[in-house]
């Protein structure tokens, strides 16, 4: 039986996989081990996370995280290259954009071991985020590609790809949500609590509220910027109480350069997956500069504003509910205003973003391994 090696590296990877693992055992024709790379070492990554996931715990953990951009990418890659040689995989899967998605794939190229890239394709144009070299030099290399919207698959076209290697899919991301909101649905918010973390919030009662997220560098290093977006989001709560679970580096800055977010906008500390789903599903905005939070406010119809110059899912603004605002806090308050008046974009789930990616990869994965094994 085939053997693939299903690469993560930081928590949102995770919940990119759990679709493939579920949709791997539903097979059953294909084995499979769960790699963490370490890249993102987080200590609410327990049995509990991994049970909302719906999947086994990683069959192996690297610690090959920390340090620089090279240092932690260098890390990985003597990591993994040692474990392929040990126990060689007939395929290696990387999702997304992190360090560890380009690390594991040069390894494994390098290997001759065939490489599967979920999310390829997708492309922002800018050269200064990190993501966007990982999505060039991962897809560069890669053997099959999984794709999520039609803006990839042109990409892709445009940098040569053959076109028996391009297999637009639907997205894992949206299988993920739906799958867990089905999940919170049925079990009416059972072990979260729900209620009294909504009440504590202030949020009880059916009351509107917008949720926050911001991370990006470019967002959040710069003092200028950082304070001219906290401008924006005071403005919009006078109006919306926002919540704002804040990423370490955001709360660090936001006190290193001495800005306040005012009385109306409530910072807490990073929420558990369903937590956080809980807390954004049922909201009247949701503003942040997150490429994944972008897909699943789309998925699930909630209306969205994106903090960014830019995008590299582009049919979250064509056909979802995403506003690609930019970072001016004259258009970002624009956007806000016009949604909480009710004259925002209704928006529609884009083509194959039904829940069935997952098993659609699978079956590719199982007819290329078998074709590869026969020759």
């Known amino acids: 039986m085939a053997m693939i090696y299903l690469v993560a590296g930081a928590r949102p990877n995770f919940m990119k996989i759990a679709p493939i693992v579920r949709a791997l055992q539903a097979h059953g024709g294909l084995s499979f081990k ?178 926050v997220t911001l991370h990006r560098p470019s967002n959040v290093d710069d003092a200028a910027m950082l304070g001219q977006l906290a401008g924006a989001l005071r403005e919009i709560a006078r109006e919306l109480p926002l919540v704002f679970p804040v990423h370490p580096r955001t709360r660090a800055n936001l006190e290193k350069f001495d800005i306040s977010l005012g009385p109306d906008i409530t910072l807490v500390g990073p929420q558990g997956y369903m937590a956080f789903l809980d807390l954004w599903k049922d909201a009247a905005l949701v503003l942040t500069d997150s490429g994944g939070l972008q897909e699943e406010t789309t998925a699930l119809g909630v209306p969205c504003v994106t903090l960014r110059e830019n995008t590299e899912r582009p049919v979250t603004v064509e056909e979802g509910t995403n506003v690609l605002a930019g970072t001016s806090p004259q258009a970002i308050t624009a956007a806000a205003a016009q949604i909480l008046r009710g004259e925002g974009k209704q928006g529609r789930r884009p083509h194959l973003w039904d829940g069935k990616a997952a098993e659609r990869i699978v079956a590719v994965l199982d007819k290329e391994l078998t074709k590869e094994r026969t020759v």
């Open 34 to 211: 769960i790699i963490h790379t370490g890249q993102h070492y987080d200590r609410e990554m327990n049995d509990v996370f991994f049970e909302e996931l719906g999947i086994p715990q990683p069959d192996l953990f690297m610690a090959a995280g920390g340090g620089s951009h090279a240092q932690q990418t260098a890390k990985i890659m003597l990591a993994f290259e040692e474990l392929c040689i040990a126990q060689r995989p007939d395929a290696v899967l990387v999702v997304g954009d992190v360090n560890s998605t380009l690390a594991c794939s040069i390894v494994a190229k390098k290997l001759t071991i065939p490489v599967a890239h979920v999310e390829a394709g997708l492309r922002s144009g800018d050269m200064s985020m990190p993501e966007e070299i990982n999505r060039l030099v991962t897809d560069s290399i890669s053997d099959w590609f999984f794709v999520t919207e039609p803006s990839a698959v042109e990409h892709l076209r445009r940098e040569g790809k053959p076109e028996a290697a391009v297999h637009y899919v639907g997205h894992v991301m949206v299988d993920n949500v739906l799958f867990q909101a089905n999940k919170l649905a049925a079990s009416g918010g059972a072990g979260l609590d729900s209620a009294a973390i909504k009440a504590d919030l202030g949020l009880s009662g059916g009351k509107r509220y917008g949720v």
